[in-house]
């Protein structure tokens, strides 16, 4: 009997009156299963078992939406296409049925795999493979719960669509520094997404919106009066600090180095007999790029005063047992950025100077440092270094890869007896302050 809409209600009918499924045959294995609430396609196929065994199985293709003759036929057209695509697949050793079930349950799961879970295993997965530090972890994961998950992160990871990042990104047109750094973290998880086979395509944008406009750096507050910088640091020696600040602001202004290399200083990394600091380049603390260059380690040398001050700090310090100089009970095992940051803005009440901002008054004031007869004290390539800035360009590098550390002995000797040098004006009397 040919398949047509009036068989297929007569079939209807008496499946309702027997209670039994009507079988209607569309030819080529290809079969119409009516019972009394549906109507699907069936294919026939035979497949040969692993052990050898030959069965007659059958593979439901899909159920029967047709209200014209018309559609009917391409219906019927596209079983008996899918029945033989069912075919060709038993013919290679793949069992039809056993790939249907596969693909539900792929379907299944990415539709169970919310970006957030994505986010959550991915973020744990390159942390660790990539070292990343315990802060840029806390950031990352920071930026994607404030400005991406209360957005997208329910989506199925591989629905999520160009409108849907720009819907994220839009939000935040007038922080650029945030956009970028969020544009840069969606197109690193998408990117893993992609390699990893969960999406077909990266929907962040490429490139920075028009919308966004060009971010300008801000300079950091620093003092560049050596008088007013003498008076800063007889404020941190005097003011109500705890011993493990004070000493390490005292450490950074004597050493003009970036705040996290001074918080999570050990004391392996120095030799105090030799007044030697050496710092490895590990992330979070100094520059990676500058290894191929200077070596693994950024030599530090200390002058008098910092052997002094460390060698007096050992001597009293009340965690004995820890391997940080500036040890605390936080998550990290040592003091945070921000007991630095606090010093200046908080407790010396200034907007005008901050920890960071030591290295601008260094640079600042070892620059035009002259003699009596107006030449420059130090070199320039020896003030870079003493900041840990790469000099001149790719040929002079290639060749000068020296540590300049006599030089930089000197200077930063020198360095540390400017800040002690005169007399220091009156904490009450000074508006800095």
């Not at 950091?220 to 011993?243: F, H, M, V, Y």
């Not at 360095?415 to 508006?431: D, G, I, P, R």
Request: hydrophobic share 40%.
């Amino acid at each position: 009997m040919a398949i047509t809409l009036e068989a297929i209600k007569q079939a209807k009918e008496q499946a309702k009156n027997t209670g039994k499924a009507i079988k209607l045959y569309a030819g080529d294995g290809v079969r119409l299963n009516v019972t009394a609430k549906s109507t699907s396609f069936q294919a026939k196929y035979r497949f040969k078992e692993p052990d050898g065994s030959i069965k007659q199985k059958t593979l439901t293709l899909g159920k029967l939406i047709a209200r014209t003759e018309r559609t009917l036929a391409q219906a019927i057209e596209d079983a008996i296409v899918a029945t033989e695509e069912a075919k060709a697949l038993a013919a290679n050793g793949i069992d039809p049925i056993r790939a249907k079930r596969a693909e539900r349950a792929k379907q299944s799961e990415s539709q169970l795999l919310t970006l957030d879970k994505y986010f959550n295993a991915w973020v744990e997965r390159t942390s660790t493979a990539a070292q990343w530090t315990p802060r840029h972890k806390r950031d990352m994961t920071s930026k994607f719960n404030s400005y991406v998950s209360p957005s997208i992160g329910y989506y199925p990871v591989n629905e999520i669509g160009r409108k849907d990042i720009a819907k994220v990104l839009d939000n935040l047109v007038a922080k650029p520094a945030t956009y970028n750094k969020t544009r840069s973290l969606l197109n690193m998880l998408f990117e893993d997404a992609l390699n990893s086979n969960k999406v077909e395509l990266n929907p962040t944008p490429r490139g920075k919106a028009t919308a966004v406009t060009k971010y300008k750096v801000k300079k950091l507050p620093a003092i560049t009066d050596l008088a007013i910088l003498q008076n800063l640091i007889a404020g941190i020696r005097k003011i109500n600090l705890s011993p493990e600040v004070r000493t390490a602001a005292l450490l950074q202004a004597y050493t003009a180095l970036r705040s996290q290399s001074v918080i999570a200083a050990k004391w392996d990394e120095f030799d105090l007999t030799n007044a030697i600091w050496r710092i490895p380049r590990i992330k979070g603390r100094m520059k990676l790029s500058d290894a191929d260059k200077y070596g693994e380690y950024f030599i530090v040398p200390l002058s008098e005063e910092v052997v002094s001050l460390l060698s007096e700090w050992r001597s009293t310090l009340r965690w004995g047992n820890s391997d940080y100089l500036f040890p605390s009970k936080s998550k990290n095992g040592h003091i945070t950025i921000e007991a630095l940051t606090k010093v200046y803005k908080l407790r010396l009440k200034t907007d005008e100077h901050c920890a960071h901002g030591w290295r601008s008054s260094f640079s600042t004031l070892a620059h035009e440092a002259t003699s009596e007869d107006g030449k420059a004290l130090f070199r320039a390539d020896v003030i870079e270094r003493c900041l840990d800035h790469v000099v001149g360009n790719e040929v002079t590098q290639a060749y000068n890869r020296g540590e300049l550390l006599v030089l930089r002995k000197h200077l930063m000797s020198w360095w540390s007896k400017q800040l002690n040098l005169s007399n220091v004006v009156s904490l009450q009397e000074q508006k800095t302050i």
